[in-house]
């Protein structure tokens, strides 16, 4: 009606104001109605102010890489107890790294992992006195035995990581010669597996500690230089996910790829081959907020980082698979659910949009079976506050689910069930997974529907399912 200006009306200005012109600004957390009148006519709408929000669409498959690796995890040998295999398979394992003293790379590939030899674990490092030498005093005696191991193995590994963390040098060093008898090792080891393996063969490097261009730049220069490749670009991530993790590693990908000015490197993947700092490692929500990044950056494989627990043990080396599971007894963390709910819904994962990157959002279409959980269900998404985040009292987080119709058992419904799971963060303590919250009908309308996780935990993870 041209010419008449409503009158707007908030009817709780503590949740959210509104303006003469109809803009609303939120101020707190909770419900509140927005009426607009002329004269005696009014139309009123409510408005839920929330944390954050996810919008899942379930219209819009997408095809990601399985972001589930592990880094040793357990001390294969006569006197070790290796956990058993229902808590290994359901994880769904990409990627191992390891070497076969420690993983067997038949134990590795029985879980349909592909097989990274770490080589200079089987060398040896400053922190245990260089059992074979320091190896650019003798480049070809090293170069002979990378040359020996590929012989042994070829066949059977699918990555040959050159070194572990070249520019670690104090501490607990990995390395502690300059950076320029690193690069010429890179290339001793690179010729040598070459000769052995053909120019198919994927050699990983430089496996660096933290992410830092300027150390990629020099390495890609020198390999260009020298002809030596670096088939699979690798670095180690520690600092708390956030959204610039998949900016990096999408703008390293253009940076190194075969279409860059580095193209002679001929980087053909990328892999995050140690992630998780050691104060996040038992979280389930910011482990997967990790692999969140790692979809959506189109990481090729990933590799949990394994630290010491809080005896001191390293969990690289107690049976705990990097510590999703407790020692000796072997009892699901928090964490190693939050794995597995992960892994079950990799082959139907849709779009999901978190309004903050500390929310982390999974989102896929899956159809129940005896190994999910709750054991019936068409879809699933998995969200919560990571650690990093700062939740206000009232803590709701909001879900709006989008093209329902396209998931077949929900297509048509006026309305859905939605169910509400929680694996409250037990750090090292075993946790029961997924415990029952709430379950409440929603209501279906224009494809789309929404809930509200009222009195969200942060470091909690949920998992909402969805029914007919």
Known sequence: MSGIAPRWSSGDTTIATVTSSGLVTPTAQGTVTMTAAVGAVKASI????????????????????????LLHGFSFGPSSTVPPSALISPLNLGYWRS??????????????????????????????????????????????????????????????????EPDITTVTPFWDGTETQFFDTYLAAYTALRSVLGPDALIVGPSIALYDQGFLDRFAAYCIANHCEANVLSWHEGDAPTANLAARIMATQARYGLTSSNAALNVKEIHINEYNGPGLTHKPVDSLLYLQYFEQAGVDAVARACWADITGASEC???TLDGLITPVTFNPRSVWHAYRLYAQGVAGRTTSKPSRQELMSIASVITGTGATSPTTMSAQVLTGASNAATLPATKRIGIRFHGISSVAALAGKPEVSMQLMKVSNSEEQASTGPVFVAQQMLAVTGDTASTIIEGAEIAALYQVVLLP
């Open 46 to 69: 409510q408005i839920e102010v929330v944390w954050a929000v996810t919008d899942v669409d379930f219209s819009g498959p997408i095809t990601v890489k399985l972001a589930s690796g």
């Open 99 to 164: 070497i076969p003293a420690m993983i067997p790379i038949s134990t590795a590939k029985s879980f349909g992992a592909r097989y990274d030899i770490a080589l200079s674990d089987l060398w040896g490092y400053p922190l245990n006195n260089w059992p074979n030498g320091k190896p650019w005093l003798n480049l070809p005696a090293y170069g002979a035995f990378i040359a020996q191991v590929a012989t042994q193995l070829n066949g059977s590994v699918d990555y040959w990581e050159v070194w572990n």
């Open 317 to 319: 080396y107690n049976n």
